[in-house]
């Protein structure tokens, strides 16, 4: 039996409803789910899995977010290159640096 084509939705967002129940492979820019899905799940965004979501699988995205409640059974491959876009735009070390003035004394901070 030849297996089906993984859905590609490329720029695509798909959503997989609290009563689906998919066994797939799946490729989109972001993946959102509420229901179940067994199979590797990739985004070039992110991967949402919600409080009754449930994941066996692998992902592989720039950012994941789980929920308390959902069920996640794999390995998560956090991709940078996917995300580049992002952090060009934001010169490294300038955010969360408070000023300080000399009367202030040197070394790190807690703020």
Known sequence: MERSKEPQLGEGKLTVGATANVTAD?????????????????????????????????LKTAQIII??????????????AADKETDNNVSPGTTFRPTMSAAAGAGPKNI
């Open 67 to 80: 929920e308390d409640g959902a069920y996640f059974k794999g390995s998560i491959e956090i991709d940078r």
């Open 26 to 58: 799946i490729i989109a820019r972001e993946v959102v789910v509420c229901g179940n899905v067994k199979g590797i799940v990739r985004a070039k965004g992110k991967i949402e899995i919600k409080k009754d979501g449930s994941v066996i699988g692998d």
